[in-house]
DNA sequence: ATACATCATTTGTATATACAAATATATTCA
DNA sequence: TGAATATATTTGTATATACAAATGATGTAT
């Protein structure tokens, strides 16, 4: 029987939908969503070099995602500049502005505050091991 | 350094919604969505006793689904039945119904195709130490 | 060069979701 | 009892998402 398997990959999707919901939660206040925020984080990743919008999509957690309009919301919101591509006028160059590099530090820090109490739950050997297993179990 | 945290948590969060994604996707040519499927299934789960509308919404993966609409749909199709509870003239009593339960089999063995590959890439006993980590993360 | 397929993004639109307000029943306690 | 509070569900509505189609730029083959 895999009472085990559905046992485990059940907590995995709980617990991966509980997270970004309560994350989404805490951003309320803000006036920012989970997919906004998602979007300021990559392209925080992006160590300031723009981001193209296909470049975006993939690295969201939400399947199709519409990060074109995610990124109208957050242009409107002078958070994110897009502009285009000087090398391909297809694409979108979106980069962080000064303004969403700041928000995106409060963003943190609140984000921070709801997984402070989980942080220590776990040993550095136990997140290894977590990491390889969810790791291993996608193939 | 919080790394492995939030290396390890990152993991959880991407597997699931990545494997509600690929159900959803494998749902999507019977018409059903993946909030339905769940709630088809949470039905299953109350064996044969019917449910009410909140105690489907307790088990829900999504935060805040609209377990009335939801019904509504399936309702519409014939996969389930809703009526006034005797004892409680607020709750409903929501079962599925026998094309209900007939097609809740093919949508899980559609469900199961998706994890048939994912099965017996853990060992049982990595499966209870990765659901047992979950479990400890979450608290 | 020019037609044709491909790629990157945006837009149209139908449906779903979030949140608040409304409705209806049940419970509590002065 | 009956007024106030709590509970269960539904509905209104604004926003978000999914999917397809449209737009516009680039690459490719003849």
Not at 93 to 120: A, W, Y
Not at 126 to 132: F, P
Request: aromatic share 4%.
């Amino acid at each position: 029987m895999s009472i085990h398997y559905f046992g485990a990959v059940n907590q995995v999707i709980t617990t991966g939908h509980w997270i970004t919901d309560q994350v989404s939660l805490g951003l309320k206040s803000f006036g920012i969503s989970e997919p906004q925020y998602n979007v300021l984080r990559i392209l925080k990743g992006g160590k300031s070099k723009p981001l193209d919008i296909g470049s975006i999509q993939m690295k969201m957690i939400q399947r199709n995602s519409n990060v074109s309009r995610i990124v109208d919301k957050l242009v409107d919101k002078d958070l994110v500049e897009r502009k285009e591509c000087s090398d391909n006028r297809r694409k979108m160059d979106v980069s962080l502005t000064q303004k969403g590099l700041d928000l995106l530090d409060e963003l943190n820090s609140r984000v921070q505050e709801f997984h402070e109490p989980m942080i220590h739950r776990l040993t550095k050997e136990e997140l290894i091991s977590l990491q390889r297993l969810i790791k291993k179990l996608k193939g």
